[in-house]
């Protein structure tokens, strides 16, 4: 299974569903509140809405996403949403059936976790290169899981589902820390994927990044990368870090990885073409890497 999906729960039984379109089963903790919802029919224009920020979280099946007074948008499996508080979401199920349902997850979070969290952050890892300080950007509240947003994700859901301990709220309250950590780095790679290019004229970080893309086929190393920042080694590897969750060399990794996927998709190429094409010198090493990231093989990929 591809890393960045989350984690299936169990289905509610026939008999213990009390409708089929978006049945809620609710664990309740201290800063927040976990919600399943299960949808077993074909449905339009579901109205929900919550009184907290909500991350909401594709696990099965699709939906179609309306918000903001914006046109809908397909909801997959390794999507997350970001909603503000009491904010409606106006959601469509197209294919939604009994032996074909949806299911996801939306996590209320409370306003002075999240204040609080962040607070401490820009107390304590105060001067970020990228996004100047720590927090959540609305604007980009559509994102694709990363595989940390998608661990801390499923630790949270066994939290919730099945933790029995009288620690549950504490341990709950230490994960939701590092969830709202994880959301604000990927919600940083969403934005610097989005405006490297207009940045990188004064933004170290995205010059960095710009520099990785224009040159993806070359021997990248760290070295090469700090020098480009203007930062020593160890400077720069903590500030790439800690602004997007990856390490530089993760972020070439997964630039590299997904380069090959355009590369298979566009058909044509042979799979020793695909490695050389996307920066790799090992077939070997490339086949391994894009079956741990992708959850198959490069020669299954494209067979697809």
């Known amino acids: 299974m591809p890393k960045n999906l989350i ?11 009390k409708t089929l379109v978006e049945n809620r089963t609710t664990y309740t903790l201290d800063d927040c509140e976990l919600n399943i919802f299960e949808t077993h029919q074909q449905a339009t224009a579901v109205h929900l809405s919550f009184g907290d920020l909500v991350l909401t979280t594709m696990l099965k099946g699709k939906k179609v996403m309306h918000l903001f007074d914006k046109p809908g948008f397909d909801y997959l499996p390794g999507e997350s949403v970001i909603v503000p508080p009491n904010e409606t979401m106006k959601i469509d199920f197209p294919e939604a059936k009994w032996d074909n349902p949806t299911q996801c997850i939306a996590l209320s979070i409370s306003k002075e976790m999240i204040e609080n969290t962040f607070h401490l952050l820009n107390e304590r890892l105060p001067n970020k290169e990228l996004t100047k300080e720590w927090g959540l950007d609305l604007a980009y509240f559509h994102l694709i899981n990363t595989q940390d947003l998608s661990e801390i994700i499923n630790r949270f859901i066994r939290i919730g589902v099945k933790e029995r301990s009288k620690e549950k709220d504490l ?3 230490f994960a939701l820390k590092e969830l709202l950590i ?17 940045l990188a004229g004064n933004n170290r970080i995205a010059f960095v990044v710009d520099f990785i893309k224009n040159n993806i086929r070359e021997n990248l190393n760290l070295e090469i990368l700090s020098e480009k920042a203007c930062m020593s080694k160890a400077h720069f590897s903590r500030c790439f870090k800690q602004e997007l969750g ?21 058909g044509g190429f042979q799979i020793q073409e695909v490695c050389l094409m996307s920066g790799f010198n090992n077939t070997t090493y490339f086949i391994r890497a894009f079956k741990n990231e992708f959850g198959v093989t490069p020669k299954v990929f494209q067979n697809i």
Do not use: G
């Open 182 to 198: 994880r959301l604000s780095q990927t919600q940083a790679r969403d934005m610097l994927e989005k405006t490297y290019k207009t």
């Open 246 to 266: 990856l390490s530089p060399m993760e972020y070439i990794l997964k630039e590299r990885l997904n380069l090959a996927k355009k590369h298979l998709l566009s």
């Open 7 to 17: 984690s299936s729960v169990p289905w509610r039984r026939e008999r213990d569903l």
């Open 171 to 173: 341990i709950a309250s």
